[in-house]
């Protein structure tokens, strides 16, 4: 047994070209998230299957500086669950309400109760176009793996299989991990069905993660279908937030806005939502901001 010091994705070729597979494992980044935010366990389980998800997305971006964001918002008492990625793997999210706490009926968190389903899965690609790619679906279950397979289903037209898991005790995430299965144009019926027949195996992925680690896991959850690992990436947590694009978010605003934080406030203090980071601005540093904006 290997002991991973990293976070990391891997690209499969399964069945010879005919099937693909993504697999993280994601630890490290979902405890630095419940780190941060002071995530509740569910809110743990709920933000860490989507910064799995988003991170696996962002792995599939090709070009410098492309984003992908991915926003749940189910009408559960969780609020809105948000995560985004670059082409680095780099990922970083938050949750409307990071304390909440529901009483389990089962062996597992009632992650689906706290996000709700009454509404959907957003997921918007920056790729520098005109306009950025937005892709919408209605949430199937608000359990997040089954969210992200409809969308790749019925938004990208890829048949897919996800299968996302957080494994969390009170102090610390045990493990994290995802797996994501497409089905390739021209794939025989064959190999269709044999994507079907594992599909039961995919189901524990952060047991497996647990266990297995990155590397162990290709051969335990995909040892049936021929998996070649094509390309191996790190990903991370990281928040890419600085003094000068708050000061270009602050501008945006519009002079009335400006105006009125001078007038009223004397200043302004904005803290980042992603890392908590707070950024305070003078009385006479606003005024300079308004300038640049008028
Ligand atoms: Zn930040």
């Known amino acids: 047994m290997s002991i991973s010091t990293t976070d990391g994705i891997l690209h499969i070729s399964l069945m010879n070209g005919q099937a693909r597979a993504i697999l993280i494992e994601s630890t490290r980044m979902v405890q630095q998230a419940k780190t941060i935010h002071g995530l509740s366990k569910i809110a ?16 599939m971006l090709k070009g410098r500086d492309e984003s992908v964001t991915a926003s749940i918002k189910g009408g559960g008492p ?36 706290a ?36 969308y790749f289903t019925a938004s990208e037209q890829t048949p897919s299989l996800v299968s996302l898991g957080v494994l969390v005790s009170d102090e610390r995430v045990e493990s994290a991990g995802g797996l994501i299965v ?7 019926e064959a190999a269709i069905q044999s994507i079907e027949l594992s599909a039961g ?13 990155l590397d162990g896991a290709v051969n335990q959850l995909l040892m049936h279908l021929e998996p070649q690992v094509l390309e191996r990436r790190e990903t991370c947590y990281r928040c890419d937030c600085s003094r000068q694009r708050v000061e270009r978010a602050l501008i945006t605003l519009g002079r009335d806005e400006l105006n009125d934080m001078i007038e009223t406030q004397h ?4 803290d980042c939502h992603f890392c ?3 950024y305070t601005f003078t009385e006479g540093e606003l005024r300079a901001l308004l300038e640049a904006a008028t």
């Open 78 to 113: 969780i609020g809105t669950v948000l995560a985004v990625a670059n082409e680095k793997c780099e990922v970083k999210g938050y949750v409307g309400n990071p304390a909440i706490d529901l009483p389990r009926t089962g062996k597992k968190l009632p992650v689906g109760a």
């Open 276 to 278: 908590n980071k707070r």
């Open 182 to 188: 497409q089905v390739m144009p021209g794939a025989s």
């Open 267 to 270: 200043g302004a203090q904005v």
């Open 115 to 150: 996000v709700g389903k009454e509404g959907r899965l957003t997921v918007i690609k920056d790729m520098h176009m005109k306009e950025p790619y937005v892709g919408q679906v209605n949430l199937v279950s608000g359990e997040i793996a089954e969210d992200f397979a409809m």
């Open 44 to 59: 743990t389980a709920a933000l860490g299957r989507t910064l799995t998800a988003t991170a696996m997305m962002g792995s």
């Open 201 to 213: 195996m995919f189901m524990d992925i952060s047991g497996t993660m647990k266990e297995y680690h």
